[in-house]
T-cell receptor, first 115, second 113 residues
Framework: EPEVTQTPSHQVTQMGQEVILRCVPI?????FYWYRQILGQKVEFLVS????????KSEIFDDQFSVERPDGSNFTLKIRSTKLEDSAMYFC?????????????FGPGTRLTVL | DQQVKQNSPSLSVQEGRISILNCDYT??????FLWYKKYPAEGPTFLIS?????DKNEDGRFTVFLNKSAKHLSLHIVPSQPGDSAVYFC????????????FGQGTTLQVKP
């Protein structure tokens, strides 16, 4: 069964450092998402991406965040200068032919720890 | 942001009985709702969805009911099995074009053998 994969599973970084979280969505999917879950809190939407551009982003997704689909298979989330409050589980998701009315498949997540 | 609320943080039921998980929402613009299940160290897994033009959707042991006037939905699992023990998230879709989901806080279901 096709699945979304994410690497690394756990990333530890120092405050102020740049991190890149990587995702390989399901191969024929067209819509890509990043969500995050701070420990003990809700899963929060960060950004959606379609046709090589951001289609929606949340207020969390400020100038420190960026997304890219560099090679047609990977989908990355970059945080330029990490803050302590960026520590969270980051989930990548993808969906098929339509953004809505279509199941979003989630990856297993990357746990980001900012020290 | 409390647009989607799951007021019960946990639920414990006996194997074979019905599990009922509840979710309330405040934004009347929501018109598509989903339930996800999550095991530790895994991402959320889609279970079942419902459009606002329906009041019920069924898939095997899982049934979702939607009461638009009360802005309430529920997930029924019958019969409950120990493997159903997980965190269950209610989510609402707010934008048809972007697919953005807004999640509730989750309810931890424990099904006892």
């Amino acid at each position: 069964e096709p699945e979304v994969t994410q690497t690394p599973s756990h990333q530890v970084t120092q405050m102020g450092q740049e991190v890149i979280l990587r995702c390989v969505p399901i191969s024929n999917h067209l819509y890509f998402y990043w969500y995050r879950q701070i420990l003990g809190q809700k899963v929060e939407f960060l950004v959606s991406f379609y046709n090589n551009e951001i289609s929606e982003k949340s207020e969390i997704f400020d100038d420190q965040f960026s997304v890219e689909r560099p090679d047609g298979s990977n989908f990355t989330l970059k945080i330029r200068s990490t803050k302590l409050e960026d520590s969270a589980m980051y989930f990548c998701a993808s969906s098929g032919m339509r953004a809505r009315d279509n199941e979003q498949f989630f990856g297993p997540g990357t746990r980001l720890t900012v020290l | 942001d409390q647009q989607v609320k799951q007021n019960s943080p946990s639920l414990s039921v006996q194997e074979g009985r019905i599990s009922i998980l509840n979710c309330d929402y405040t934004n009347s613009m929501f018109d598509y709702f989903l339930w996800y299940k999550k095991y530790p160290a895994e991402g959320p897994t889609f279970l079942i969805s419902i459009s606002s033009i329906k009041d019920k959707n069924e898939d095997g042991r899982f049934t979702v009911f939607l009461n638009k006037s009360a802005k309430h939905l529920s997930l029924h699992i019958v019969p409950s099995q120990p493997g159903d023990s997980a965190v269950y998230f209610c989510a609402a879709s707010v934008n048809f074009n972007t697919g953005k989901l807004i999640f509730g806080q989750g309810t931890t279901l424990q099904v006892k053998p």
